[in-house]
């Protein structure tokens, strides 16, 4: 089936129904649509945090997570 088929196939199943089951399918297609950027578009930022920096933030991590402070509560 071609695409465009496949369009206006939607299109006439959804212009049958109410206006409030046309907002549930729009959030659905919403919801299957893809968030956010794709991970090669944020390569232009590789390097921009110092070494020095990550190893502080890897140190910092290491030694800040994963520990329970029993006296916090």
Request: net charge negative; glycine share 6%; proline share 5%.
């Amino acid at each position: 089936m071609p695409t465009e088929s496949i369009k206006d196939n939607l299109i006439a199943q959804i212009d049958k129904l109410p206006h409030d089951l046309q907002l549930r399918v729009l959030d659905f297609v919403k919801a299957l649509t893809p968030k956010g950027v794709e991970g090669k578009s944020l390569l232009r930022f590789e390097g921009a945090i110092p070494a020095d920096d990550l190893q502080l933030i890897s140190k910092t991590i290491e030694e800040g997570c994963e520990k329970v402070d029993i006296s916090e509560w």
